[in-house]
């Protein structure tokens, strides 16, 4: 994305999970049936240097920080 916005282009990132990357929970689901499909994009701003980045996922919380918690014997906090 650095190269493109440094050139005046728009970009966009998308990524689609493997086959076992089931993890998000559906609405009132009790398992993980969908995968997180995150969607990213940056632009550079009219002013010049400044750059808009937006970061986005259909999950509340990435698997990432989910897993630091479980490697370190800790519970998530609530919400």
């Not at 994305?1 to 009790?30: D, I, Y």
């Not at 919380?61 to 989910?66: A, C, D, L, N, P």
């Amino acid at each position: 994305m650095q190269f493109a916005t440094e050139n005046s282009f728009l970009a966009t990132g998308l990524c689609k999970s493997t086959k076992g990357g089931h993890h998000v929970l559906p609405c009132a689901g009790r398992e993980g049936r969908l995968a997180t499909n995150p969607i990213s994009f940056a632009v550079r701003c009219n002013s010049g240097d400044q750059v808009l980045l937006s970061d986005f996922s259909t999950a509340e919380t990435s698997e990432g920080s989910k897993r630091v918690y479980k490697n370190s014997g800790k519970q998530l906090p609530d919400g």
